[in-house]
């Protein structure tokens, strides 16, 4: 709890960090124009404004470091905007004790050095501004090199593509390079270039040539989504299935290989399609013609965009893991731990209330009846439902039968019959239903 609440606080610091900002940019500009006889009146506001300047900059230091708690940054890059930071919010300080009266009792400052003073405070709030573009947008975001980028010219044939250069590079670095690049090293891994991928992170190399089942990536990107480890995290898009594909013949047929036409590869004619569909060849749709999250299946059109994060921080205070999935339209994937002692008394009316936005949910092993689930009509979206090792027999059925988006369901080791079974296969949309360890031990596909 105490980690959500620093994790929630630390993204606030993005926000904060603008009003220094504009405080001490204020103060700088009141100072300069006040040497002329026309606005010589705005010298008056300097204290005020840096005064403002610093409280607002002690409190982005504050949050800037409960953010620094969430994510993995360059130690080095981290390390000099902080300093910065601090340095600037100390500095701002002393310059507002400079124009009290009390001070200027003791030592006063020539106008002249107080505004070299304030000139250099603006340096140093250029330089760790400049710093802390590095942590967000990478090391690389503002310097010689973007001037000297020169953009690959979009091949004209599936042949001529270059697989790594122009298809697979680009997808990763969209999809993954926000949390994996220079300056936020995530598991200190970096999506910029082959020579990163074949180093890897913390668990090894991401990419083992011809050996998808190998390579941390390709792991990472096929995982259930409802897995923690599962990437992209904390609900990004995800890659969609055509993505994963070439990823897969990628590391596995081309043997990760850079600088190679798919014309000279051998085995490419199953990938050709899939190719020219991604770079928008031959009048296929091109990625940006997918949908805003990147996946080609068809969303459910009765999930509600938003979801009020107030009541999702309900759930997780009576114990429960809410992972948000999806942020636009808004997908939960909820799940009450195993033997948590909860009764349905206790979770039902909370899950009710983002019950249209619940797409998965794990009740396993919590001691819950047929009558305890009546419930679980109201979440009218549900795809994925696991049930297994709870008392119920087959008057779940009926419960679930009113799901009409619910695909899978797992029931397994519980007291269900063929009755259960038979009556959700004829369900319409149900694909899977896990009877293992039942009276109906069979798995419906």
């Not at 949050?63 to 360059?74: H, Q, R, T």
């Not at 250099?120 to 250029?126: E, N, Q």
């Not at 010689?144 to 122009?166: C, F, G, H, N, W």
């Not at 890659?239 to 013949?249: G, M, Q, Y």
Request: proline share 5%; hydrophobic share 45%.
């Amino acid at each position: 709890m105490l980690l959500n609440i620093f994790t929630f606080a630390g993204r606030l610091h993005p926000l904060i960090v603008h009003l220094p900002i504009g405080f001490l940019l204020l103060a700088v500009l009141f100072d300069i124009l006040g040497y002329t006889k026309q606005y010589a009146h705005l010298r008056s506001a300097v204290p005020l404004t840096l005064l403002a300047g610093f409280v607002m900059a002690l409190l982005a230091c504050v949050f800037g470091y409960m953010l620094s708690l969430s994510g993995d940054y360059d130690r080095t890059t981290l390390s000099h905007h902080k300093l910065a930071g601090i340095g600037l919010a100390v500095i701002a300080g002393l310059l507002f004790l400079l124009t009290t009266q009390r001070f200027k009792a003791v030592y006063t400052v020539t106008p002249t050095l107080f505004s070299a003073l304030l000139v250099g405070l603006f340096g140093l709030m250029g330089y760790a501004g400049h710093q802390g573009g590095n942590l967000t947008h990478g090391s690389d975001y503002l310097s010689m090199a973007v001037l000297a980028y020169r953009e690959r010219p979009k091949p004209t044939s599936v042949e001529q593509a270059m697989i790594y250069e122009d298809v697979v590079q680009p997808m990763l670095v969209k999809k993954c390079g926000q949390c994996h690049q220079p300056g936020k090293l995530k598991g200190n891994l970096s999506v910029q270039n082959l020579k990163s991928l074949l180093k890897g992170g913390k668990n090894g190399p991401a990419v083992v040539a011809g050996k998808p089942d190998e390579s941390e990536l390709y792991k990472r990107i096929t995982m259930d989504p409802a897995h923690e480890k599962f990437m992209p995290a904390d609900g990004k898009p995800p890659l969609a299935k055509r993505e994963v594909e070439i990823i897969h013949w990628w590391i596995e047929k081309a043997m990760a290989a850079e600088g190679a036409q798919i014309a000279v590869l051998k085995d490419n004619a199953a990938i050709k399609p899939k190719v020219a569909a991604w770079l928008g060849l031959g009048g296929a749709a091109a990625p940006e013609e997918e949908n805003e999250a990147g996946i080609e299946q068809h969303i459910n059109p009765d999930i509600p965009v938003a979801v009020d994060m107030g009541l999702v921080e309900n759930l997780r205070r009576k114990g429960l893991t809410v992972r948000i999935m999806l942020q636009h339209p808004a997908m939960l994937d909820v799940t009450l731990p195993a033997g948590s002692g909860k009764s349905i008394a206790d979770i039902k009316g909370d899950l009710a209330k983002v019950g249209k936005n619940i797409i998965w949910l794990n009740l396993s092993d919590n001691n819950f009846s047929d009558t305890d689930l009546a419930f679980l009509g109201q979440l009218t979206n549900l795809e994925k439902l696991r049930l297994e090792k709870n008392p119920i027999a087959d008057g779940i059925s009926d419960h679930l039968a009113a799901l009409k988006h619910l695909e899978a369901v797992n029931l397994n080791e519980t007291r269900i019959s063929a009755v259960c079974v038979n009556k959700l296969e004829k369900t319409q949309g149900v694909k899977r239903v896990y009877s293992w360890k039942t009276a109906a031990p069979q798995t419906a596909d």
